[in-house]
């Protein structure tokens, strides 16, 4: 059976009735399925639809364990089971992995004796182990300095083959992020990027990073920085990391960025920004957004399902896209973009370490947020697992449901204040300042069409009048449903890297004005050897706009003006629509 066949094959019953999003079913057929491990219901009327009448609205419902695993799953020709839990990989068959950008563009990466050692079970930490605090980075007072630098000398000191080595270490990141193993059975390569591992990954991969660090200078309270971008104070490069002589320097670094503020808009090449307040302002009013239009639907924060045996769609959170920009800013604007700016080298650099703490934070504060609610009850997440070694040098293999939260691994986050959670007024007054300012430009009003049916080229911005599924949606629907603006068949020409944002504006009447609204997010990509891992697939993008929608005042109309600008690559975009994500029962 072809898997990609069964994975399109619109299995679906659909639903119609007053109330749209919990009822009995009927069966339709619907051009788009998206599979999910919650049942998840999607408007596949979304192009046509007319009427906005709730009774309306066909939604998809499908259940995929009911489909693929009710009968006690599915097999491929290899006898690995098909839409299950991600297995470690097997460690014998480690192989060259692929930097698209660097020459030559393979890499031997496997950590040391992979094949030869033995794997056990990783055992969460007791309960009664002292709690790690992680600090933010431009905090650290100088002993706290030195001894980051002291426990960072030795790790470089171990020799060049020895498991903990720095840049064994670092090669961790190589082998799961540019395709070293193969998954278990399979011949689909592992990545753990773009996909709903990306935040467990990372969180593993740091917190043996930071307890061997404490074990070679006998600390077990040790605790690594965290690069603090999201409040204002850190969105400059700490100051540690810029010491040349220190063992925390990378020269590899864009030296421009060494100074400035850091922009969230940033693509490589871009001048530094020159309105400090401005960016910093965007920046905070980006991040509130990325948390209030995910809160509902992890998936938009976290990414998409990855599960054993497919060949991925790459389809990053909003999480890890911001996060992309970090590591723009971090390396050199030209290829192949080490350290920081490609995957292969990224954890050579200190930064990437401190960078990653407050990704891993972002999820905490997530997490937080949904009232520490699991993000996905699915067992193809909570039981896959990944292998590393531990700060005993034992291969360990372990699993996504123990590393749910920083406590259950005994470190947490000393607490900074979050000032993109009250931004809004100040980023509003902002924008109005800037539009008064092009006012003359406002009035010139031109007309906007529809996406089409054809992939177009996104050589210039490409602006497109995009149906809603629904309007005026109250706030138990709002409750029940996201509405997501989803842009697919993204495919990236020219190599590796890429960037597009997109806005989104109400229309005036069937015309637009030269402002392109508010920012809905963005598609950023550094090199990763995606090409080769997803064999070709299509990326894909989407983002929750319910609140979005609110603070434009748009949600009485019933189309909107949906702006793709590039930034990086030759990229061609298949299609951009708009559907309801129907929210899991038991969500807040
Ligand atoms: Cu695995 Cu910041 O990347």
Redesign the pocket.
Known sequence: MSLSRLYTTPISSSITSNNPLRSSTKITSCPSVHLSNRTHYISCEHNKQTSKEASDVTYNVLDRRNVLLGSGGLYGATGTAIGAPLSPPDSTKCHKATDSDADPKEGDCCPPDYGKAKMVDFTPPSPNEPLRVRKAAHRYNSDDIVKFEAAIAKMKALPANHPWNYYQQANI?FT??NGAFDQLNTKSLLQ??ESWF?LP??RY?IYFWEKILGKLIGDDTFSIPFWNWDNPKGMYIPRMYLNSKSHLFDETRNRDHYKSVLDYKYSWGDPNPTDTNAVVTANLAELDSIFKETLQFPALFMGKALRAGENQTPAPGRC?SL??V??MWGGPPTPPYWNMGN?RT??RDTL?FG??GN?DRMWDIYSTFRGQKVEFRDPDWLDSSFIFYDENEQLVKCKVKDCLTPESLRYSYSPEPLPWKNIRRRYKKLRSAAKKRSEGDSLKLTPVFGYGSEPLTLTEPLRALVQRPKISRSKDEKADAVEVLVIDGINVLSGSTARFDVYVTKPLEGLVGPDNGELAGSFVRIP?AHQKLSAGKDSSLELGISTLLEEIEAESSDELVVSLIPRNGDIVIGGVRIELFKVDDDEI
């Open positions: 990141h799961y992020c753990i990027h990306f990954w990372h991969y890890e996060h992309n970090m590591h995957f990224a954890s990437f960078h990653h990704v990763n």
